[in-house]
């Protein structure tokens, strides 16, 4: 049996480079003015995935669930590799905690059937929760690898992997029956460029959302049809699965799915605490040191 | 009396080779002015190989029961061994509150024993309490309000699960204080059945590394930490010989981490170590919340900023606008002279 590797894959806001008008005056957040990047965990766990198929061969499959736009991610992974990608996406999933999310992912993979491992980022830089990965697992029946910092073994006879991961001051080697989720830190695994000849290909791959934006009023649903099969055909499809085609319960998605519930946000409105203006010039660190010693912060 | 008392917040007591890790005491310090609230018990919950011993400690610090998983299958940690335990133990006894460090081990298995239970998790909060609120006219009692800054910083969000009976958190170290043991403090010992399916156990550790720590942010009383405004090699150097000079620990915000600059076990901030020093010097740290929640605490705090604007001065009691190139060399230099 060839290799299946499946990855969970996440669109997110570039939190990194919040300018000012990314915040409301009520403290909420623009989402629309931030930029959206690939999650960095995700993007090696992509690259170990596709590391893992070019010495076993096999198939990988990107997963994601998000707004329609994160087709974009999902192209990229195409350009490094990837050979399906599928986007779950619906409105009912909106709002969803990681309890919701994995839950939906979880259904998905079902969806998509056999599998022998499947890869995450440790933690998506929007939220930092670490959790949808270990959730997803447990919903899946399946073990887990957390902070996994590097594949040393896969056995496909024996159906055994073997990885590093980190612990406290230290790490530890595991050996994990298939199949098994493993969620992967920064720096486990510099992503590739893109395929020059996989953008081309896949630059034109679409998914239904944007398929639909295309057809106007001038066209009929037939012609929609055709269109999808079309695509599918060329091998362009991005697969696009709502709540009905993973077959998940909407009292279980999104915000109705999810047990936290944010309660209260404030902005972060600094005090603007008095502070003692020290030149940078040696009397006047001469006269701060001075009173710390005095104050006993020092010796 | 006690006895009477509902047992309703519990801690994950969470130990490596016999030792017991420091955010599991602190955190039973703070469930105990959680259980107050709450008219409950605080009950810790351990497994391992043989460490009833440790329970002595759980007690000091604030439990009143210890369930004790006791079994040489649970020697080291592994992902499903300690989280499938844990779920049936949870789902038999429903307590309210349940809190993890926020460990390599402690963010392993509470997703899935909040995914098991259908519980709510809240990862790395800074702050809890518990209140009753109000909600759509309906009242719900000991919410557990789980604070936390969100969203790169820029606010901070307060979590709560008022539509499930089981509410968790994870806790970084050193984010709550720990109190003085008490050894006078008695408690009980609740033998919990360890009982495990073949699969449960199939993944095995083939090798483990663990060095002792040779950093002790929590435990230095002064403090030199860089940012992203010492971003290269020479000036994080600058920072390192200040530190050296006055006998301090050397630290980094995540800026510093990310950049290669430091080592991750040195960083100070919500995903790292929460420090209180008597002297914290911010170098080159503009001063998000994430790292203030880290910080903030410090006796007296220094910034150097080259950005009059940056925040960090917001918490500082010494504010020094300058280049870092300039700066710590004049106050090395100064500290020195005083010493003579």
Known sequence: MSLHTIVLVKQVPDTSNISGDVMRPDGTVNRARLPAIFNPEDQEALELALRLKDKHGGKVTALTMGPPNAANMLRECLYMGADRAILVSDRRFAAADTLATSYALHKAVHRIGEYDLIFGGRQAIDGDTAQVGPQTAEKLGIPQITYTLEVQNLDLKKRTVRAKRAIKNGYEILEAPLPVLLTVTKDAAEPRPFDVRRLCTYKRAQSRFEIEATVDDSHDLVWMDELMEKIKADDLLIETWNIEDIDADVQWCGLAGSPTKVHKVENVILSGAEFKKVPATPEGMNDMITELMQDHIFG | MRSQLKDMVWVFAEQTDGVMADVSLELLHKARTLA?????????????????????????????????????????????????????????????????????????????????????????????????????????????????????????????????????????????????????????????????????????????????????????????????????????????????????????????????????????????????????????????????????????????????????????????????????????????????
């Open chain 2, 36 to 340: 107050e609230k709450m008219n409950s018990q605080v009950s810790a919950v351990l497994l391992g190989d043989k460490v009833e011993g440790l329970s002595k400690t759980l007690f000091a610090h604030g439990a009143d029961n210890v369930y004790l998983l006791d079994d040489a299958e649970l020697k080291d940690f592994r992902s499903m061994p300690y989280a499938n335990l844990i779920t049936n133990l949870v789902e038999e006894k429903r307590p309210r509150v349940v809190l993890f460090g926020a460990t390599h081990i402690g963010r392993d298995i509470a997703p899935r024993v909040a995914s098991h239970t259908r519980s709510g998790l809240t990862a790395d909060c800074t702050e809890l309490k518990i209140k009753t609120l109000t909600i759509r006219k309906v009242e719900h009692e000991d919410l557990l309000l789980q604070i936390r800054p969100a969203f790169g910083g820029n606010i901070i969000a307060t979590i709560i699960s008022p539509d499930v009976e089981i509410q968790m958190a994870t806790i970084r170290e050193g984010v709550m204080e720990m109190g003085e043991p008490d050894a006078s403090r008695k408690g009980i010992i609740i033998p919990v059945k360890v009982e495990l399916d073949p699969v449960e156990v199939a993944v095995k550790i083939i090798e483990k590394h663990q060095e002792a720590s040779s950093v002790n942010l929590k435990g230095a009383p002064i403090i030199v930490a860089g940012g992203y405004g010492a971003d290269t090699p020479e000036k994080f150097q600058l920072i390192k010989d200040l530190a050296k000079v006055l006998g301090a620990e050397v630290a980094g915000s995540r800026a510093a981490v990310d950049a290669g600059l430091i080592d991750s076990e040195r960083q100070v901030g919500q995903t790292g170590t929460t420090v209180r020093p008597k002297l914290y010097i911010a170098v080159g740290i503009s001063g998000a919340i994430q790292h203030r929640a880290g910080m903030q605490e410090s006796q007296k705090i220094i910034a150097i900023n080259s950005d009059a604007e940056a925040p960090i001065f917001q918490v500082a009691h010494y504010g020094i606008h300058g280049d870092l190139t300039d700066v710590i060399p004049k106050l090395i230099a100064a500290y020195k002279s005083q010493l003579h």
